[in-house]
Nanobody
């Protein structure tokens, strides 16, 4: 079992910045993916950014150039730096991870990677 706890959400004005953190504890798996998802009211959950065990990131088109995903391996903590925030970024943000072994080194997390561990979510609200 992996326990994920997000922090860092809050309310900011458009153009502002926030950094989300996800602390992972419990079982440790190697060669896996971690990711940030978000879900806005009335919308489906979407992947925002993913990160492989060897540091390969991917981003949703809507956040490219504004968000940066990173991981502190020593602290087993995943971060999401969000700059130039827009009202449409308002959502509950979730951290997720999986246990499936990634066979290939140096490639991004597959779009259908099975994330089986989820945090409780942290609210991000961006006002005009």
């Amino acid at each position: 079992q992996v326990h994920l706890v997000e922090s860092g959400g809050g309310s900011v004005q458009a153009g502002g910045s926030l950094t989300l953190s996800c602390s992972a504890s419990g079982d440790r798996y190697i060669r896996t993916c971690m990711a940030w998802f978000r879900q806005a009211p009335g919308k489906e959950r979407e992947a925002v950014a993913t990160f492989t065990f060897d540091g390969i990131p991917t981003y949703a088109e809507s956040v490219k150039g504004r968000f940066t995903i990173s991981k502190d391996n020593a602290k087993n903590t995943l971060h999401l730096r969000m700059n130039s925030l827009k009202p449409e970024d308002t959502a509950v943000y979730y951290c997720a991870s999986g246990s499936q072994w990634l066979a290939k080194v140096g490639t991004a997390c597959p779009a259908d990677y099975p994330y089986i561990y989820w945090g409780q979510g942290t609210q991000v609200t961006v006002s005009e």
